[in-house]
């Protein structure tokens, strides 16, 4: 089975910075490319960031500059920094294992003007 945890979420004023955390099966995190999703209210689920398992990364137009994605393979742990949060980056996120059907129940991020 694949399980994955997303934490970290809240509420910040916008410039503010939070650090996102999904904990993954040990098997799914170190063949699988990972990415980091969002989905806001009335909207379609977006892509924000990938990387590879060999660290190669990737950033939507609209997070590049403010947000990091990373991992660590000893803690099977996808990480996304995010800095400068504006109110438009208020959305649920989810970590998703890329080319499978895997899903966690994602985290609230919320960005106050």
């Known amino acids: 089975q694949v399980q994955l945890v997303e934490s970290g979420g809240g509420l910040v004023q916008a410039g503010g910075s939070l650090r996102l955390s999904c904990a993954a099966s040990g098997s799914i995190f170190s063949i699988k490319p990972m990415g980091w999703y969002r989905q806001a209210p009335g909207k379609q689920r977006e892509l924000v960031a990938t990387?590879?398992?060999?660290?190669?990364?990737n950033y939507a137009d609209s997070v590049k500059g403010r947000f990091a994605i990373s991992r660590d393979g000893t803690k099977n742990t996808l990480y996304l920094q995010m800095n400068s949060l504006k109110p438009e980056d208020t959305a649920v996120y989810y970590c998703?294992?890329?080319?499978?059907?895997?899903w966690g129940q994602g985290t609230q991020v919320t960005v106050s003007s």
């Open positions: 998703h294992p890329l080319g499978t059907g895997f």
């Open positions: 990387i590879t398992g060999a660290g190669s990364t």
